[in-house]
Nanobody, 113 residues
């Protein structure tokens, strides 16, 4: 059974930074691609960033140059470093183990202007 636990969200002013963490269990983490998604009120869930088992990354255009996804296989954890945050980054952020259907509970990020 795949379990994903996100943390690190909060309230921050525009221009600030946050670091999200997601710890996974029930999968062979080191061999699995991981991703961060977000869902803003009234909008569909969207892919923010993805990292392969080999460490290759890609990002949504809206966050390129500001967000960085990384992973620590020893800790079964994937991170999302978010810098220069904007009000439009406000959303619930979720991580996902690609290829599995499970979602975590999400963590709220609110960016005030």
């Amino acid at each position: 059974q795949v379990q994903l636990v996100e943390s690190g969200g909060g309230l921050v002013q525009a221009g600030g930074s946050l670091r999200l963490s997601c710890t996974a269990s029930g999968i062979i983490f080191s061999t699995n691609a991981m991703a961060w998604y977000r869902q803003a009120p009234g909008k569909e869930r969207e892919l923010v960033a993805r990292i392969t088992s080999g460490g290759n990354t890609n990002y949504a255009d809206s966050v390129k140059g500001r967000f960085t996804i990384s992973r620590d296989n020893a800790k079964n954890t994937v991170y999302l470093q978010m810098n220069t945050l904007k009000p439009e980054d406000t959303a619930v952020y979720y991580c996902r183990a690609l290829g599995f259907g499970a979602w975590g509970q999400g963590t709220q990020v609110t960016v005030s202007s």
